[in-house]
């Protein structure tokens, strides 16, 4: 078999199985809890993004692992201020008729 094709199966195999692991957990909070949770989504975009600049500096692949948790702590509370209040902030005006939002209200 040629090689290039057993590499663009594995490719698609392993694009697939990250999806599949990101929508089941998508699934599983928003089924359990009733609420839209993205922190699988922050998770995995952060570590992507560590796995790209450790490969783009010249590191290996592998040295992205210990990366990730020594940076995502340091940029947890900026994702959380820049994306995820003006989410929130967005979703309190749509339901600001119906009923009282935000730190001095009920979700």
């Not at 909070?29 to 609420?35: E, M, R, S, W």
């Amino acid at each position: 078999m040629d090689p290039l094709i057993v590499t663009q199966a594995l490719n698609v195999a392993y694009g697939v199985t990250t999806l599949a692991v990101l929508v089941l957990g998508l699934a599983v909070i928003f089924g359990l809890l009733g609420v839209l949770n993205i922190a699988h989504g922050e998770f995995i975009i952060t570590g992507a993004y560590c796995a790209y600049v450790t490969q783009a500096s010249g590191w290996p692949f592998l040295a992205a692992f210990p990366c990730f948790p020594t940076i995502f702590p340091d940029m947890a509370p900026d994702i959380q201020r820049k994306l995820v209040a003006g989410i929130d902030a967005a979703i309190c005006a749509s339901y600001m008729l119906a009923e009282p939002c935000g730190p001095y209200g009920a979700h």
